[in-house]
């Protein structure tokens, strides 16, 4: 079965940066478009970034642009997001996403804190 | 970026009722439209694709419709396990945009 785990979150001091990773398992991660989606505490859902299947296509939130990268490596199943310059609007619950008629499966989430 | 509204932002319904939520698009966005819906401290699960497609798996009580601006997601009983938060997604070009949310209680 379709399996999506985050890691990398945790506490971080405005300023600083961070990287998530995501594990995907269960279809062949190389076929398919990726996204990561954050949901700030106790608010609404926010798309953050895209990638496409083979890495050549990429988007960005304009809240993120010129802070996080996304990027994969297919041969290790993974999706990554770097994130920079850390804001504390930045806290949220990062999901892992894959892309197939909008979101048909999404990972449990990592959580970000960004705080001093 | 295109907006979408969504409407009610809450509502308090009771097991067996119809419930009807909206979302409308700041401008055409053809059928590129998906239902989520959130249960407190989970992932998003989606329910309905393309406006109006089904996801494998989910109770036939839950229906979408619309295209172009306007868009509907029906529950037509509504059932214990479907109190939750539901959430419209546009992907008909990037950035993707949600609606803000619709939280469904118990009345």
């Known amino acids: 079965q379709v399996q999506l785990v985050e890691s990398g979150g945790g506490l971080v001091k405005p300023g600083g940066s961070l990287r998530l990773s995501c594990a995907a398992s269960?279809?062949?991660?190389?076929?398919?478009?990726m996204s990561w989606i954050r949901q700030a505490p106790g608010k609404g859902l926010e798309w953050v970034s895209y990638i496409s299947s083979s890495g050549s296509t990429i988007y960005y939130a304009d809240s993120v642009k010129g802070r996080f990268t996304i990027s994969r490596d297919n041969a290790k199943n993974s999706l990554y997001l770097q994130m920079n310059s850390l804001r504390a609007e930045d806290t949220a619950m990062y999901y892992c996403a894959r892309v197939n008629y909008g979101i048909d499966y999404w990972g449990q989430g990592t959580l970000v804190t960004v705080s001093s | 970026a295109i907006q979408m509204t969504q409407s009610p932002s809450s509502l308090s319904a009771s097991v067996g009722d119809r419930v009807t939520i909206t979302c409308r698009a700041s401008?055409?966005?053809?059928?590129?439209l998906g239902w989520y819906q959130q249960k407190p401290g989970k992932a998003p699960k989606l329910l309905i694709y393309?406006?109006?497609s089904l996801q494998s798996g989910v109770p036939s009580r839950f229906s979408g419709s619309g295209s172009g601006t306007d868009f509907t997601l029906t529950i037509s009983s509504l059932q214990p396990e479907d109190f939750a938060t539901y959430y419209c997604l546009h992907d008909y070009n990037y950035p993707w945009t949600f609606g803000q949310g619709t939280k469904v209680e118990i009345k």
């Open positions: 401008q055409g966005i053809r059928n590129d």
């Open positions: 269960g279809f062949t991660f190389s076929d398919y478009y």
């Open positions: 393309a406006a109006s």
